[in-house]
T-cell receptor, first 109, second 117 residues
């Protein structure tokens, strides 16, 4: 069973904010929420992660719902280089990563 | 710091053969995990090694195996190849940390693309 659910694809205009949603209704109290992205012909790369509180870094922000059953990755100003498949992942205390099928983000110039 | 290196990048095999893929983690990283990526199934966890011991294993048949050496380099082997084994095989390394909650990010290589004919 998939542990996370994401839309298959989304589009955004360049230089506009993008909100990528993820549902993880079966999350346990100790699962971390991670986001990775995969650019064409590359391996995935880390974007951000969090447990309960919202998180910010130079790449993005992560907003986590109070009940932790959903989260949203926020790219503040999409660029063409942000076009990628974004994976929302749960990481358990056994350090297993459960990748979903991801959201393919298209950035329109 | 050099990234995760996977070899070979591309290979073609026929059904029934076996294949060995290699992964060199980032220097100092002791954890190596392997993933299979296919268009239909997405990214699926195969197994993780830490200090030469397998710590976790995904839901794959016994034809998929791996090992890790004392220098943290890892290999994975697939025996009796099937057409469905055609995929991108990704390796990731992670810096381990103390404490019960794992938070270290994964660093992925560019993958080995296996085609089974």
């Amino acid at each position: 069973d998939a542990k996370t659910t994401q839309p298959n694809s989304m589009e955004s205009n360049e230089e506009e904010p993008v909100h990528l949603p993820c549902n993880h209704s079966t999350i346990s109290g100790t699962d971390y929420i991670h986001w990775y992205r995969q650019l064409p012909s590359q391996g995935p790369e880390y974007v951000i992660h969090g447990l309960t509180s919202n998180v910010n870094n130079r790449m993005a922000s992560l907003a986590i719902a109070e009940d932790r059953k959903s989260s949203t990755l926020i790219l503040h100003r999409a660029t063409l280089r942000d076009a990628a498949v974004y994976y929302c992942i749960l990481r358990d205390t056994g350090n297993q990563f459960y990748f979903g099928t991801g959201t393919s983000l298209t950035v329109i110039p | 710091k050099a990234g995760v290196t996977q070899t070979p990048r591309y290979l073609i095999k026929t059904r029934g053969q076996q294949v060995t893929l290699s992964c060199s983690p980032i220097s100092g990283h002791r954890s190596v995990s392997w993933y299979q990526q296919t268009p239909g199934q997405g990214l699926q966890f195969l197994f993780e090694y830490f200090s030469e011991t397998q710590r976790n294993k995904g839901n794959f048949p016994g034809r998929f195996s791996g090992r890790q050496f004392s220098n943290s380099r890892s290999e994975m082997n697939v025996s009796t190849l099937e057409l469905g084994d055609s995929a991108l095989y990704l390796c990731a390394s992670r810096a381990t940390q103390t404490g019960p909650i794992p938070t270290g990010e994964l660093f992925f290589g560019e993958g080995s693309r296996l085609t089974v004919l």
